[in-house]
DNA sequence: AGTCTTGTTCGACT
DNA sequence: CAGTCGAACAAGAC
């Protein structure tokens, strides 16, 4: 669920609620396979007593790092929350991970469907090697993008979903980009004019922090949509032109929206402006 | 009851 | 090697 704008709103809460500083009194897993790379025992052994120096967002992964090259990665997945708070609160059903801290309670992981993930990292270059380029920072270029999208040969929608290729965007910001941009989901990456990379580009950038300024996308009411920390939903929902709104007139021209599925996943987008 | 889902990874296949 | 596809992970919403 959570993508970009998503996890930079958990990000920023985290730091209002004033994170840094804060030392780790307890780390406490309750499914072995959410802590993904070490054992509950390793973990604790490596952040007790560890300061938080620095709460971070790379792609979509948040970041907690510590003095003394330590560092936990969470992704929140498809269902993934963060809460913080007081220890004496009974643990619901799925927080899945806790980590106790001196001053500010207990940040606790949230994850319904359990596909969420924390790692203890040390070196997070290594770890983020992979991870492809961040969308709004200032080397995401027009010419980046329509270079590397002619150095490959796939559809479009899945290769901007791949997080190798650009980190963290989703199924919700894609839709919407290539909505904006006019560009059909289905299009080879190396069909895409530099003009239509140009409008891309910033389309790209544009529904991004489009989210960002509404704090996020929540969809529905149910369990499994996004809330930032304090529970509170997103207001980007309203701000969706194509995404769930199949059947709906298009904000643009009027045809009808449509949906798909492209790369496995459900697509929306208007066949009449949206060129194939 | 059956189908769908906002994410990622792996192996099989072309 | 490059790319596509289905399955797997797991639970809830509709």
Known sequence: MPELPEVQTVVDD???AGLVGDVVTDVACYWTRTLANV?????????MGKQISQVSRRGKNIVFSFTGEENLVIHLRMSGRLHIKE??????????FILSLKKSGQLRFHDTRKFGKVYCVKDLDSFFEKLGIEPLEKDFTSAWLHRNLHAKKRKIKPLLLDQSFIAGLGNIYVDEALWDAQIHPERSSDSISKE??????ASIKKVLRRGLKNMGTTLGTGKGNFYSVASRRGRNSDALKVFRRNGEPCPRCGNVISKM????????VCNNCQTV
């Open 196 to 201: 239509e990379s140009t409008s891309l580009a």
């Open 39 to 47: 054992t509950q025992v390793e973990c604790q052994k490596r952040l």
């Open 87 to 96: 220890s004496s609160q009974p643990k619901e059903k799925h927080e899945h």
């Open 261 to 268: 599925i492209v790369g496995q996943r459900g697509t929306h």
């Open 14 to 16: 985290l730091n209002a």
